[in-house]
């Protein structure tokens, strides 16, 4: 909910000073790296601050997370977007990239339940996203591999 509201900034910066001082758990820390460059994105506009704290959340994901996890793919799409932000497209395809083949692995593990359906849905928003970055660069044969890979 803090989301929505331009103080976040400071709440979820002081979030993560608070579990970086007294949390040993890593998924805390994940997590609130991860909401803060979020909050840093959107309130803020500050791409770059955003995708150092994604690169922060990524190195702890392993602690606690596996590719066919549905976070770690967020924080993949999350600092793919904000090197997109920032002209970084090289970056970001390949955050994309990881973010999209982490999704599959989520929708896989799913299988033919309801919630494959949602994890289906957030790699639609996905592949959208890196397609529509690729057409801007004109990367035309690669939009339509990316396509291709998301059909199958």
């Not at 690169?55 to 066919?68: D, H, R, T, V, Y």
């Not at 955050?95 to 929708?107: K, P």
């Not at 289906?120 to 996905?126: G, P």
């Amino acid at each position: 909910m803090a989301h929505e509201y331009p103080s976040s900034v400071d709440i979820c910066r002081q979030q993560l000073d608070a579990y970086s001082r007294h949390s040993h758990r890593p998924l805390d820390l994940f997590t609130a790296h991860d909401q803060y460059g979020l909050v840093l994105m959107k309130h803020a506009h500050d791409p770059q601050k955003a995708g150092e704290q994604f690169s922060q959340a990524i190195e702890l994901a392993p602690q606690g997370f596996k590719s066919s996890d549905a976070e770690w793919a967020y924080v993949y799409w999350h600092r793919a977007a904000a090197e997109q932000q920032r002209g970084n497209n090289a970056d970001a395809e390949k955050d994309f990239g990881v973010a999209e083949n982490s999704l599959r692995e989520v929708e896989d593990a799913m299988g033919k339940e309801n919630n494959a359906a949602y994890y289906h849905d957030f790699l639609s928003s996905v592949v959208k996203q890196h397609l529509a970055m690729l057409e801007s660069e004109n990367q035309h044969d690669q939009a339509k591999q990316v396509l291709a890979n998301f059909a199958q």
